[in-house]
Structure formats: structure tokens, C-alpha cells
């Protein structure tokens, strides 16, 4: 069973820092693309980072310079560093491997991520 677990979300001030973690579990990390999305209240669900097997990364303009993900494969888990945050980064906040993200059923709970003074 496919399963992933969020964590490390919070309240942070603008221009603060988290970093959330990932644990997954059904899936042989080393071998997957894994994601990060968020969600914000009214918006559709976006990809913030991407990082392929090869440790490949890409990010969309809006978070890149601020946001890094990684992986350690050998922990089974999947990082986002968030840098220089912004109001608007304000979000649920998800990961998942790319070849699971039509599936609803792979989606886990999410963790709030909400920056404001």
C-alpha cells in the first residue's frame, strides 16, 4: 500500500524558513519522481518542486531560489526546504510520486503551512 506521510508544517513569520519531511512507504523511492504540491484555500493543487531519481530537480518561478527539495532514499524520505517565505506560500502542503498523482487514493493528509506576521 502507497502511502505518504507530511510533516513539519507551521506558523513562521515572512521571511521565515521551514522544512517539511515526507515519509513514504509502498514504493522503492530511489526509483520514483517525487513531488511536492500545495493546495491554498480556493486554489486548484500546484507542483512547487520536483525531484527525479537521479536527483534532477525543477521548480516553478514562484518558489524557485527559495524552496530545495532532496531526497534520502535510504530514509525512505522525501525534503522541502522553504526559505524567505511569503504570505502567499500560505497552503496545504503535499508530496507524492508523479506516477501517482491522478490517483485520489494516494494523496495523504497534508501539512498546513501558514506564514503571516
Known amino acids: 500500500q502507497v502511502q505518504f506521510v507530511e510533516s513539519g508544517g507551521g506558523l513562521v513569520q515572512p521571511g521565515g524558513s521551514l522544512r517539511l519531511s515526507c515519509t513514504t512507504s509502498?514504493?522503492?523511492?530511489?526509483?520514483?519522481?517525487m513531488g511536492w504540491y500545495r493546495q491554498a484555500p480556493g486554489k486548484q493543487r500546484e507542483v512547487v518542486a520536483l525531484i527525479t531519481s537521479g536527483h534532477v530537480t525543477n521548480y516553478p518561478d514562484s518558489v524557485k531560489g527559495r524552496f530545495t527539495i532532496s531526497r534520502d532514499n535510504a530514509k525512505n524520505t522525501v525534503y522541502l526546504q522553504m526559505n524567505s517565505l511569503k504570505p502567499e506560500d500560505t497552503a496545504v502542503y503535499y508530496c507524492n510520486a508523479l506516477r501517482f498523482v491522478s490517483m485520489r487514493q494516494s494523496w495523504g493528509q497534508g501539512t498546513q503551512v501558514t506564514v503571516s506576521s
Open positions: 509502498g514504493i522503492i523511492l530511489s526509483l520514483d519522481t
